[in-house]
Structures are given as C-alpha cells and as structure tokens.
C-alpha cells in the first residue's frame, strides 16, 4: 500500500509503519510539517465535564482569577436572565501571560462549574501543508463541535499572529479566514471559546477588538496569600 498524502503527521503520536515509510515520514517530521487526514476526529480532543473534576475552589493560588472565572460562571449559567438586562456574556476569553500559571486549569474550571463539553486544542492541530486545504477544512472543523461547550485554543498567537510587510501572504489567508468564523460563531449563543496566549503582543489587533476577544483576563503567578 502506498504512502497516503491525507496521512496524519504528528510528533506527538506514534504510528505503526513499514520501514519503507519511515523515511518519509522523518521527512516530513524533520520540515515541521503537520496536518490531519481527512478521517481527523474532533472527539480525540473532547472532555466531558465528569473527567475534568476542577472545580472553581481548586483556583486558591490567584484570587483575582477565580474572581474573574466566578463573574464569567455565573453569567454562563444564567445567559436568558443577564441578556433580558442587555448585559453582554462573554463568549470569546483570552487568558494571557505569563507561560505556567494554570491557563489551561482555569480553562477546565469552567467547563465543570457550567457542566459542559470541553474541548482542549492547540494551535499546531489545525496545521495543515496547504493553505487552501486549510481554509476549506476549517469551517468543517467547527461545524463538528458539539453545543453547549466550552472551546479551548492554546498558543492561539501561532495562528492569529500580526500582518505585517513581512508574514507570508499564504498566512494573511489564514488568518483573515479565521476571523470570519469568528464573527460566524458569534451567532451560535451556547458555545464559549476560551483562547490562550503568552505573547499577547504578537496577536493581530483585528482579533483583539469588541465582539471578538474583548473579554481579556490576566493569569498572573499565585498571590502573596497563595
């Protein structure tokens, strides 16, 4: 059988292979090239709530985060009531700076404190050889996640990098897709997406500004008390 170009490549993973395959595949390793085949399942990255058992007291080392997760669960929680007194519900957070302090644990704190799916991503999963396949398939991607849920992006800055003079022209069609699905998603009420970033500087201002991720919170190192 020959080598199937729809193969997903992932350092991450390991794949039983003929030796006759390796070569190529070391390759494609070696150039830093990952992209998920076309049988990629969004479930490989799905949590249910009874899994994850984080809970918002759990959050005792930064007391401004668990004030700011407290404010973001109880508006979840109680979507119809806050949007009959026109106050907005947080549907895009970005959790930022510094590397290692709990970004992905208060994450998962709201999706058990709101009983939700939860699903944790990175960026390098939506990484595919060719652009155009990427815009195609994105869409795709999204369309599989399952509502209500919470959506977890790490190291968002790998995808919604700056445009500049210099970035690649093939990396503006990716952002400027991602964007747009963004504001598509903004109509589907019942699913929170929570991205995280320690280069909050290297993120493009289009995906900074209000109706995208507007709400920002601070995951500093534990507090004096902690």
């Known amino acids: 059988d020959s080598y199937s170009k729809d193969m997903m490549?992932?350092?991450?993973?390991?794949?039983?292979?003929?030796?006759?395959?390796?070569?190529?595949?070391?390759?494609?390793?070696?150039?830093?090239?990952m992209?998920?085949?076309?049988?990629?399942?969004?479930?490989?990255?799905?949590?249910?709530?009874?899994?994850i058992k984080i809970k918002l007291k759990d959050i005792w080392w930064n007391?401004?985060?668990?004030?700011?997760?407290?404010?973001?669960?109880?508006?979840f929680k109680n979507r119809e009531m806050f949007e009959e007194v026109?106050?907005?519900?947080?549907?895009?957070?970005?959790?930022?700076?510094?590397?290692?302090?709990?970004?992905?644990?208060?994450?998962?704190?709201?999706?058990?404190?709101v009983w939700e799916i939860f699903y944790n991503i990175k960026a390098s999963d939506f990484m595919w050889i060719h652009v155009n396949e990427w815009v195609k398939n994105l869409k795709k991607i999204f369309a599989w996640l399952q509502s209500p849920s919470i959506v977890f992006i790490d190291e968002i800055d790998g995808?919604?990098?700056?445009r500049n003079w210099n970035i690649p022209q093939e990396d503006i069609k990716i952002i400027n897709a991602f964007l747009e699905y963004i504001d598509w998603f903004n109509e589907k009420k019942d699913i929170l997406f929570v991205w995280a970033t320690n280069r909050i500087e290297d993120i493009d201002e289009a995906f900074l500004r209000a109706w995208r991720f507007d709400y920002k919170i601070f995951v500093d190192y534990p507090d004096l008390e902690a």
């Open 9 to 33: 490549i992932d350092k991450h993973k390991v794949f039983s292979v003929s030796s006759s395959k390796k070569s190529t595949i070391n390759n494609l390793l070696n150039n830093k090239i």
């Open 35 to 51: 992209r998920p085949s076309n049988d990629f399942e969004i479930t490989s990255f799905m949590y249910m709530p009874k899994k």
């Open 63 to 75: 007391f401004k985060l668990k004030t700011e997760l407290e404010k973001v669960i109880k508006q």
């Open 86 to 113: 026109w106050v907005t519900i947080p549907r895009w957070i970005l959790l930022y700076w510094p590397p290692g302090t709990g970004k992905t644990l208060a994450a998962k704190t709201l999706a058990w404190e």
């Open 159 to 162: 995808i919604a990098k700056k």
